[in-house]
């Protein structure tokens, strides 16, 4: 693989909440994102996964500049995104381009499917010929698998997986080189969500992107990710490659998400899950637990993982880990 | 006698573009303290289905068919009968468990206000009723939880209070519609794994709706996929995973992507997308996403019976099965 176009080092993003009234104002923070790094290479994807509330869709958007992080940088292509004024970012931003979770919310219903793919051609090159326009939408419409003679129809003409087609359209019109996918799938039917995540894998070769592919559920990352990155409150567990981490998670979280996913056969099943042992709710964005974040939720947990932050690192394998037991701990599926 | 019995049931509905075939001639049955999952994609009629039993269709939705609950038929039921019946002895729910719940109340006023006006207890036992309800779904410290907003809950804990609110009443037949779609797979789990104790504790029975058929593999008793509002296959959750026959159930399964087995290849795809309920095809619905069709599709699709209630509606042959029926849905039918 070719050097990294992305480079993302330590980030992090806090928000503040402010509770009570005018006397009793509290202002408490919360760490969405808590000091994450990785790098991405063109033609790569990246899959990050994690529960709801873990920050990955922030991470998502700290990456695009949509929101500016407190700490740490972003690299694209060697250049720091996050010392950028507004209009040189929002010129980077034709390379960088994002599909949102739900397909039928993120279109405007009262226009086209034709105008909802051409509107960032118009803005970033207004002015582009008509008709050039139109035949690139065309273009667009087929290799997302539409039907271009569907130009003229509003979003409620579509089923929720071809929404999810215009959307992908409308972010690969520019023609970028980063393609962020923030849960692309998980509003969809089974049946729809697997034409959607093949036809992300054969864009992707076609056009080298640098893929960014968010889900909680470690089954739908799988068939279309190189590296996975598991998230857990807004800090980085695990990054693996494929292929280690489903058939040995290092981190006792990763092989808590891989245990939750059903398992489309009811013996087997039965067995595998007599219970669900990730137990307990993630904790209170307030009450972040000392020691290893996980540790109030592991079935691992030694008296270290109280007192200690373990640190992310590096293992033989080339996989990183933030848990203290990863070389005696054996997870394998 | 099964606790529910349901035939002929049909649901359209009434709209500028013209009339919607939700639910085309379904039968089927709930026994006691079975659990059967109803599996289908968006459109597939569903949750309309469980709707119009409940008497609880859109004001454009009209229904027909019989819905016999312990006997008694709910479709002919009054409004007010009807009202006697959901929550005491079936309860429903739904998906979002967020706006199903009352933000402005606490978790206490609004599971004791159930009690009360369900089953007549004074506020005492009522809230130790409820208090023991959501230990049984294991929210924890459910003493202090209990006066809490729901906004202090999260998902996971909403979807467990909303279960928690459904068992208030001992209600004989539990309905749930996707009720972990919208959550993490982790909590996912956790409802799944409720949802299996619930059924071996009680002799509740239940009916889970879902679009992902891995969900309530490890929960059914039996199962019955839906197409275009039509039973297309049905049989114990063994002959769904272990045999499927009709060629979408076989789609569906092929769909999931599954951890426990080692492939890198493309998932399989059920390409297309679901029929418009406003011009369904004549002939099997569908046919236009079949790697199997023929010409022979064009026609109504047979139906073949085996044993045990198993059931496939295909021009394929079904193992063990007869034909009892072909029947017309669509342009020339209904």
């Known amino acids: 693989m070719s050097k990294p176009v992305l480079r993302v080092q330590d980030l992090a993003v806090t928000f503040t909440s402010t509770t009570g009234g005018l006397l009793q104002r509290r202002e408490r923070q919360i760490r969405a994102v808590d000091g994450i790094s990785f790098e991405l290479n063109a033609g790569e994807t990246l899959g990050i996964v994690g529960e709801s509330g873990c920050g990955k869709s922030t991470l998502a958007r700290a990456i695009l500049g949509l929101i500016s992080p407190n700490r740490g940088r972003v690299q694209w292509m060697g250049e720091d995104l996050t010392g950028l004024d507004e209009e040189a970012l929002r010129q980077k931003r034709k390379q960088l381009q994002i599909v949102f979770q739900d397909p039928v919310a993120s279109l405007d219903p009262r226009m086209t499917a034709g105008d909802i793919i051409a509107e960032p051609l118009w803005t970033f090159y207004p002015h582009m010929e008509r008709l050039q326009v139109e035949e690139r939408t065309r273009g667009m419409m087929k290799m997302v698998g539409l039907l271009p003679n569907q130009i003229n129809r509003y979003p409620h003409e579509f089923s929720g997986g071809q929404c999810q087609r215009i959307g992908i359209a409308r972010a690969l019109a520019l023609n970028p080189r980063l393609l962020i996918c923030d849960e692309p799938v998980s509003a969809l039917d089974v049946s729809i969500q697997a034409q959607i995540i093949n036809l992300l894998r054969t864009l992707q070769r076609k056009l080298g992107l640098a893929l960014i592919f968010i889900a909680h559920d470690l089954s739908v990352v799988r068939h279309i990710s190189n590296r996975v990155l598991v998230m857990y409150m807004g800090q980085a567990m695990e990054v693996s490659a494929k292929a280690d981490l489903y058939r040995r998670p290092l981190h006792p979280y990763s092989n808590a998400l891989m245990k939750s996913v059903p398992i489309p056969d009811p013996e087997l099943a039965r067995r595998v899950r007599a219970e669900s042992w990730l137990t307990g709710d993630m904790p209170s964005p307030f009450q972040r637990p000392r020691g290893c974040i996980f540790h109030n939720r592991c079935p691992y947990r030694i008296n270290r993982c109280e007192a200690d932050v373990p640190a992310l690192r590096r293992m033989e394998s080339g996989d990183w880990v933030a848990c203290h037991r990863a070389e005696e701990l054996d997870l394998s599926i | ?334």
């Open chain 2, 1 to 334: 006698m099964a606790l529910l019995e349901v035939s002929g049931l049909e649901v359209r509905f009434d709209t500028p573009e013209g009339v919607v075939k939700a639910v085309n001639g379904m039968d089927f049955e709930v026994g006691e303290g079975e659990t059967l999952a109803i599996v289908g994609e968006s459109g597939a009629g569903k949750s309309q289905l469980v709707m119009a039993i409940m008497g609880l269709l859109a004001e454009n939705g009209s229904a027909s068919g019989v819905a016999l609950f312990d006997g008694e038929d709910l479709m002919q039921m009054k409004p007010r009968e009807l009202r006697g019946i959901r929550g005491r002895r079936i309860a429903m729910i739904f998906q979002d468990p967020m706006t199903s719940l009352n933000p402005y109340l606490t978790i206490e006023k609004q599971m004791i206000e159930v009690a009360m006006h369900h089953q007549g207890l004074a506020r005492d036992e009522a809230r130790a009723h409820a208090v023991e309800m959501l230990r049984a779904v294991r929210i924890p410290d459910p003493e202090e939880r209990i006066r809490q907003y729901p906004h202090e809950y999260s998902g996971g804990m909403r979807q467990r209070v909303m279960i928690a609110i459904g068992l208030l009443c001992e209600p004989e037949l539990l309905i749930a519609d996707e009720p972990s779609t919208a959550l993490d797979v982790t909590v996912q789990a956790q409802i799944t794994e409720l949802v299996g104790r619930l059924r071996e504790q009680t002799r509740m029975s239940i009916i889970l709706i879902t679009h992902d058929l891995a969900a309530v593999a490890e929960v059914s008793d039996r199962i019955i996929v839906m197409y275009a509002g039509q039973m297309v296959e049905t049989g114990t959750v063994d002959d769904i995973f272990y045999r499927p026959q009709h060629p979408y159930t076989r789609g569906l399964l092929a769909s999931v992507p599954r951890l426990d087995r080692v492939s890198d290849d493309e998932l399989q795809a059920i390409p297309g997308n679901p029929p418009n309920l406003l011009e369904l095809p004549s002939g099997c619905p569908f046919r236009d996403r079949c790697s199997e069709a023929t010409e022979g599709c064009r026609q109504p699709p047979p139906l073949w019976q085996g044993e045990g209630g198993r059931a496939s509606r295909c021009v394929l042959p079904m193992d063990g099965g007869q034909i009892v029926a072909a029947e017309a849905v669509g342009e020339d039918g209904a």
